[in-house]
């Protein structure tokens, strides 16, 4: 995807933010290739950026909350600071990624079924976890690193899924 293009379709994703969706449109950067993308402070909310490679790209800052980013390609992405609550992550891979002061989703300690960043199957080997992680409620099946074991094993719901975490080796 050209600069241009890209340009194009988050301005035309600000419109349909500002306008609650009457104009513009919703970013659909659906499998797209932003290897490397400088998309600092982007606000990305709510956009579709399923099996986008994002790879090395520059999140820092960005705005994901709500954005589908299932299947996404953010190894060694820098995500600092960046808004992922109630992102859709599920199976997307996170190697080497930046997570360092990244917003994910406070713990739901009520029961309630409230919607939190969905890491099912997500590849975090070697990715920089911040701590607030730690209240993200859905790992089951992701796979880390082994350096990631003293933090996993003080996660709240480590005992519930435990046998279905991945580690691998440093």
Same mark, same amino acid.
């Given at each position: ?45 709510? =956009?579709? @950026?399923?099996? +986008?490679?994002?790879?090395? %790209?520059?999140?820092? /800052? #960005?705005? $994901?909350?709500? !954005? *589908?980013? &299932?299947? =996404?390609? @953010?190894?060694? +992405?820098?995500?600092?600071? %960046?808004?992922?609550? /109630? #992102?859709? $992550?599920?199976? !997307? *891979?996170? &190697?080497? =990624?930046? @997570?360092?002061? +990244?917003?994910?989703?406070? %713990?739901?300690?009520?029961? #309630?079924? $409230?919607?939190? !960043?969905?890491?099912?199957? =997500?590849? @975090?080997?070697? +990715? ?13 099946? !992701? ?28």
């Amino acid at each position: 995807m050209t600069p241009a293009e890209l340009k194009k379709i988050l301005t035309a994703h600000k419109i349909w933010l500002e306008t609650d969706g009457k104009e513009g449109e919703r970013a659909n950067l659906t499998n797209a290739n932003l290897l490397g993308a400088n998309l600092i402070r982007a606000n990305l909310f709510g =956009a579709d @950026l399923e099996g +986008a490679n994002l790879s090395y %790209a520059n999140l820092t /800052d #960005a705005i $994901l909350e709500g !954005a *589908n980013l &299932t299947d =996404a390609i @953010l190894e060694g +992405a820098n995500l600092r600071n %960046a808004n992922l609550t /109630d #992102a859709y $992550l599920r199976s !997307a *891979n996170l &190697t080497r =990624a930046d @997570l360092t002061g +990244a917003d994910l989703p406070d %713990a739901d300690l009520t029961g #309630a079924d $409230l919607p939190d !960043a969905d890491l099912y199957r =997500a590849n @975090l080997t070697r +990715a920089n976890l911040p701590l607030s992680i730690r209240d993200c409620w859905s790992f089951r099946r !992701a796979k880390f690193s082994t350096e990631a074991l003293p933090w996993l094993i003080l996660h709240p719901k480590w005992a519930e899924w435990k046998d279905t975490v991945q580690i691998a080796g440093g």
